[in-house]
């Protein structure tokens, strides 16, 4: 890092104002080896402060690119993150930080921030992450790693998991091995997506009866038989102390990947599950969309990373998507020209 670098000010309640700018600013801090002065952290959300989830990736990307930090405890209103070094590779356990309710991070959701980070240290890494693995509007195993491992692929980024233990819920103690090549990221050329290659659906269930599975199977295949849908289904059962049932649905383009997912809520009949999910995906692949709007996220910093232009169209500009371009731009002279507005469909190029 350069001694001198200014400090970045980020006000944690700009835009989306959750936890995924506290997540992009970590992230980019991290690269570019720039101090971070974060304040209002999560100011948009009805939970402001640093989470959990927050801290673990703070505290592993500070010990990666021996960081000084200061008021890195649950709840805080801000931080600062100085690297001192450009990150190296990271072997280990990281277990999970938890408040006074017991509330943990989503493992996959700290995998995800540390990914692009660590694959550019030049050194493998290999590190498993304690915390939840299934979870209500969260990246669950499934999704990273049938969905978002492949598309990091295809921008250079190689990296495989392994869930050794589920967790449904923020409270359970999940956990996931993840081991991360050093990686050169390419971009990529996702205007068009092309040929459909397949739809795929897992479900994950643990303490489910039998009959109940053989109804959502039957009754999923049903959804896909009656708009000509060829579907793969596959049955996992995970062995959770906690009782759940997550289902993950992708369809797999030659250059676009579309996904959608939902965890069963108490009271909820299966197959409600298994239309309001199977609906969200075939509104997807309706429109021409080379990315779904939960990839857009997870890819942006990743074609930031690559030499050369990236494109690709979403079905849907979030807030947190705009909210994370505005944060890397903080940090470099990234020219993302996002083409649409926020809640329709868009299309994004990233160069630098």
Known sequence: MIADAALILIDGAYGEGGGATVRTALAMASLTQQPVRMFNVRGGT???????????ILRTLAEAST???????????????????RARSFNGIIPAIRNSGGRGPNALVVLNALLPVLARTGA?????VDGETFGMNALSYDAFANVTLPVLRNLGIHAFAEQTRAGFGRESAGEV?????????????WSDRGRLNGVHAILSTSGVA???IDRAKSHLKKLAQNVSVSLNFEHIEVGSPIPGAYLTLWAEYDKGLGSATGMAMKGMRIE?????????????MSGPATVDPYLADQILIPAVLAEGEST?????????????????????????????????????SVHR
């Open 177 to 189: 091995r993840l081991e991360i090549e050093p990686s050169a990221v390419v971009p990529i050329k």
């Open 67 to 85: 960081a000084t930090v200061t008021d890195d405890v649950v709840g805080a209103h801000s931080f600062t993150f100085s690297p001192t070094r």
């Open 312 to 348: 690709f169209k979403v079905s849907r500009l979030t807030s947190r998507f705009l909210t994370t371009a505005w944060v890397i731009k903080q940090f470099l002279p990234v020219h993302i020209t996002i083409r649409g507005s926020e809640g329709t469909a868009g299309t994004v």
């Open 46 to 56: 009805k939970y402001a402060g640093l989470d959990p989830e927050d801290l673990v």
């Open 210 to 212: 039998a009959a109940l």
């Open 272 to 284: 409600s599950l298994m239309q309001a999910t199977f609906e969200e995906l075939l509104d997807w």
């Open 124 to 128: 493998y890494s290999e590190l498993t």
